[in-house]
């Protein structure tokens, strides 16, 4: 699937969704309502919606985001891999998170990690 | 409005970068941290372990410079992986200088880490207000 085609996204919101344990990566999940903007450099960008801890919209832009944030094609592909977690490739710089703020990012690190890592279980044509 | 600048513009690495956003969102919204940044008057240095990079942040009293690479002379040098900095910015400092957060887990886990030499503070003991400063100015804790 195209990464950020509609197709893509509801896999995406599914995979991300189906994990019982979502809520739990948050530092507040209950509180976590916040919007995110995020690209592939030359590949496309979606937009993924949080409330209450779970994705509530997951698709092509539609306004503004508290934050966006993405990567180039490469670094994705690491991190769909396994091979790098996002937040370090976050302190490499390779990973840019272009606006927003940080200390949210910091607070809920792990449920960065995990819900990046679930691009690697959709099959993505980049 | 105590200044930021990254001394390599363009050049900086990922390190400096991310000291530049988190210490730029911190201290425009809260002023106790500027006053806590024009008393620092040091440099101190970072290494990120799993990633491999350098970076020295000069606090001067009116501008804090962050450059690419460890530029000596530092009065504090940190060695430390992702997890460890992530860490440290959740833990909590009263007024600037008692470090409660270090009476959590969280905090006791950082310790333990420091004990066994995974996380290293060169200046530690002889520069703690320094080190607990520092913690100060990078937290996000409420």
């Given at each position: 699937?195209?990464?950020?085609?509609?197709?893509?996204?509801?896999?995406?919101?599914?995979?991300?969704?189906?994990?019982?344990?979502?809520?739990?990566?948050?530092?507040?999940?209950?509180?976590?309502?916040?919007?995110?903007?995020?690209?592939?450099?030359?590949?496309?960008?979606?937009?993924?919606?949080?409330?209450?801890?779970?994705?509530?919209?997951?698709?092509?832009?539609?306004?503004?985001?508290?934050?966006?944030?993405?990567?180039?094609?490469?670094?994705?592909?690491?991190?769909?891999?396994?091979?790098?977690?996002?937040?370090?490739?976050?302190?490499?710089?390779?990973?840019?998170?272009?606006?927003?703020?940080?200390?949210?990012?910091?607070?809920?690190?792990?449920?960065?990690?995990?819900?990046?890592?679930?691009?690697?279980?959709?099959?993505?044509?980049? | 409005?105590?200044?930021?600048?990254?001394?390599?513009?363009?050049?900086?690495?990922?390190?400096?970068?991310?000291?530049?956003?988190?210490?730029?969102?911190n201290l425009?919204?809260n002023p106790e941290k500027q006053?806590l940044a024009?008393?620092?008057?040091?440099?101190?240095?970072?290494?990120?372990?799993?990633?491999?990079?350098?970076?020295?942040?000069?606090?001067?009293?009116?501008?804090?410079?962050?450059?690419?690479?460890?530029?000596?002379?530092?009065?504090?040098?940190?060695?430390?992986?992702?997890?460890?900095?992530?860490?440290?910015?959740?833990?909590?400092?009263?007024?600037?200088?008692?470090?409660?957060?270090?009476?959590?887990?969280?905090?006791?886990?950082?310790?333990?880490?420091?004990?066994?030499?995974?996380?290293?503070?060169?200046?530690?003991?002889?520069?703690?207000?320094?080190?607990?400063?520092?913690?100060s100015l990078?937290?996000?804790?409420?």
């Amino acid at each position: 699937m195209k990464f950020a085609s509609q197709e893509w996204c509801d896999a995406f919101k599914k995979v991300v969704n189906d994990d019982k344990d979502l809520t739990s990566w948050f530092s507040d999940g209950a509180n976590f309502n916040y919007k995110f903007e995020i690209f592939a450099e030359g590949s496309g960008k979606f937009q993924l919606y949080f409330q209450k801890g779970t994705v509530d919209y997951c698709g092509a832009p539609q306004g503004d985001t508290d934050f966006i944030l993405g990567s180039d094609v490469d670094t994705w592909k690491k991190i769909a891999s396994g091979s790098d977690a996002a937040s370090k490739l976050f302190t490499l710089g390779k990973l840019k998170v272009s606006k927003g703020p940080l200390d949210i990012i910091i607070r809920n690190v792990v449920a960065l990690d995990k819900i990046c890592a679930k691009v690697g279980l959709i099959a993505t044509e980049w | 409005m105590y200044q930021m600048e990254l001394a390599d513009g363009e050049q900086a690495n990922g390190l400096a970068n991310l000291l530049n956003m988190l210490l730029s969102q911190n201290l425009a919204s809260n002023p106790e941290k500027q006053n806590l940044a024009r008393k620092m008057n040091c440099s101190i240095g970072l290494y990120t372990t799993d990633t491999d990079q350098h970076c020295t942040l000069v606090f001067g009293r009116d501008k804090l410079n962050i450059k690419n690479g460890l530029v000596k002379p530092v009065r504090v040098q940190v060695s430390a992986n992702t997890s460890h900095l992530i860490d440290v910015s959740q833990l909590k400092v009263v007024g600037g200088w008692f470090p409660s957060g270090f009476f959590t887990k969280r905090g006791w886990q950082i310790i333990k880490e420091i004990l066994a030499g995974r996380l290293k503070v060169k200046g530690l003991v002889t520069h703690l207000l320094t080190v607990i400063r520092f913690i100060s100015l990078v937290s996000i804790a409420r």
